[in-house]
């Protein structure tokens, strides 16, 4: 499989910015060297009175108008573009402000290579102070500047990279976008639970964890047993920098699983309210954020932790191999059913499209007086209100309770893959929920029998790719609320198998899901899932 959440083009800005008129508020002119102008979505850099168009290979830094003594600008670019380049995208500045003496252009990567300089008279001050601050309001648009970071590196996570990969390609980013920083390396499985568990939400907006999907899944866990829950969920907002397998949560805020591309997008993003669900097994609750799968997918997942070194592809090889076993998981399945046709949920998700551009502008503002920002009246006062609570109460009861008369028997006896989900992407290439939305109050399920015949298990891989499984005709595919699932044969059988839970094991054995709608925080690139939605839904009830 190939098909990978759509990454950023160069010139997108994400967020929108009015044309600039011809003015000193939007060109600072140097004389004759160096002219710079803020465009629509780009500045534009004059360099000996013309735009510079140099045909050198660029290389992978940082770069930007920045020193002790000037306006301090930085850019990066993760595809290797350099600052010589006459347009420079809003989307990949990071600072901008203003000091005193001459003007100088320096690389701030690799640090070892002494950087260029090129040293020009200023502008007045005050010309100066009124255009870094057009600048960075192009550039940021509803996105808090310098937000406070926790880092959680977890150097395990996946193929082993995570150290290297924040050191090198995610802290200069973070500092060049002076974005106060407290970073922990974890040494072991859970860990990242008790420190969410402990940390002071009122010192972070963002809480950052290198790795892979468990380094959320355990955030969200240790944030949820707080007994300021709701607080601490609606404080700190989680933002996924993609070091591990699936990198699913990248993937699906932020639009990539890249590192350096997940970084830039952090420090431009913007908070966005998501679902987190309630998971009851046994005596106990946990949060989920992602996924709840039993059947082939739980297997190709946890069945493959000892190829890690395979990244994501790890899951195409679990699946096929899973899938040609055709071994059933009959199950008992109850569901707080939603929207079961897919007309319907395509109808659905049209409406959630479109609104939800509002719902970012409502929501994007985080608390911090040093930028000016301040969380949304309705959020705020929702956090105050929730100070103290703990997680809020379970509509359902648990799984040890009798299943609500309401709710709708779904036939499970064949089964061979259960999967909801939260959330598009399940990993770089593999986009199962195609329909499914952050804050929509839903989650997403799809059941795959199965018996399915060799000859069609191609056509159903490749599915994921082209954007078809939501329409492929083996799938079936509705929403819920709510569901309980009970195995009917125990683990440890020839007719057992395993749990998975936002791809952490979990007992084989029942359980119930409850859909908690906006109870978490996450920082997105834009406000909306990066996905391209069901086949299409933009005519959907035309």
Not at 487 to 494: D, E, F, I, L, S
Request: glycine share 10%; charged share 20%; aromatic share 6%.
């Amino acid at each position: 499989m190939s098909s990978q959440p759509p990454e950023p083009s160069p010139g997108e800005n994400g967020h929108g910015t009015s044309s600039p008129t011809s003015s000193s508020r939007y060109t600072l002119d140097f004389g004759n060297r160096l002219q710079l102008t803020i465009q629509d979505k780009s500045l534009l850099v004059n360099q000996d009175g013309k735009a510079n168009t140099t045909k050198n290979k660029p290389s992978r830094t940082c770069a930007g108008i920045c020193s002790p003594d000037t306006i301090d600008t930085a850019l990066q670019y993760p595809l290797g573009r350099s600052l010589a380049r006459p347009s420079n995208p809003h989307n990949r500045l990071c600072r901008g402000s203003y000091k005193d003496s001459a003007a100088r252009r320096k690389t701030l990567l690799p640090p070892q290579s002494p950087p260029p300089t090129v040293t020009t008279p200023l502008p007045p001050t005050d010309t100066i102070v009124q255009w870094a601050e057009t600048l960075l309001t192009a550039a940021y648009g509803p996105a808090t500047r310098r937000k406070r970071a926790y880092v959680l590196i977890n150097p395990h996570a996946g193929p082993g990279r995570a150290q290297a990969q924040w050191t090198q390609e995610v802290a200069p980013l973070f500092a060049a976008a002076r974005m106060p920083t407290t970073v922990h390396t974890t040494t072991r499985s859970g860990e990242a639970i008790e420190l969410a568990r402990i940390m002071d939400i009122d010192a972070f907006d963002i809480v950052v964890p290198c790795g892979g999907d468990g380094g959320p899944h355990e955030l969200f866990r240790g944030l949820g047993a707080r007994a300021d829950a709701r607080r601490a969920l609606a404080t700190v907002a989680v933002a996924h920098v993609p070091c591990g397998s699936g990198n699913a949560l990248a993937c699906n805020t932020l639009g990539t699983p890249k590192a350096a591309r997940a970084a830039l997008a952090i420090v431009k993003g913007v908070p966005t309210p998501v679902d987190l669900v309630s998971i009851t097994q046994g005596e106990t609750r946990n949060l989920s954020f992602l996924s709840q799968t039993l059947g082939v997918m739980a297997e190709a997942d946890l069945g493959t932790e000892h190829l890690r070194w395979m990244g994501e592809h790890r899951f195409t090889y679990g699946t096929v191999k899973q899938i040609l076993k055709k071994k059933e998981y009959a199950c008992d399945l109850w569901v707080k059913m939603e929207i079961e046709t897919k007309e319907a949920i395509r109808a659905h998700y049209k409406r959630e499209r479109e609104n939800s551009a509002d719902k970012m502008t409502t929501t994007s503002s985080m608390t911090d007086s040093r930028v000016g920002g301040g969380r949304g009246s309705t959020a705020e006062s929702e956090a105050e209100a929730a100070a103290g609570e703990g997680l809020p109460p379970l509509k359902y009861g648990t799984v040890a309770d009798t299943v609500p008369e309401e709710w709708t028997k779904v036939d499970a006896d064949h089964v061979g893959t259960f999967f909801a989900g939260n959330m598009a992407w399940m990993a770089p290439d593999v986009n199962f929920f195609t329909a499914a939305h952050f804050s929509d109050g839903f989650l997403d399920v799809y059941l795959v029998d199965g018996n399915v015949p060799a000859a069609k298990v191609p056509g159903l891989l490749l599915s994921c790719q082209n954007n078809s499984f939501f329409d492929h005709p083996l799938v079936k595919y509705f929403k819920v609320s709510a569901f309980r699932i009970v195995p009917k044969y125990n683990n440890g059988t020839p007719e057992g198998g395993l749990i998975s839970i936002d791809g952490e094991k979990a007992p084989f054995a029942p359980f119930q899901a409850e859909v908690h709608q906006g109870l978490g925080l996450v920082i997105t690139k834009t406000g909306r899932m990066h996905a391209p939605g069901p086949k299409g839904w933009e005519n959907a009830g035309v």
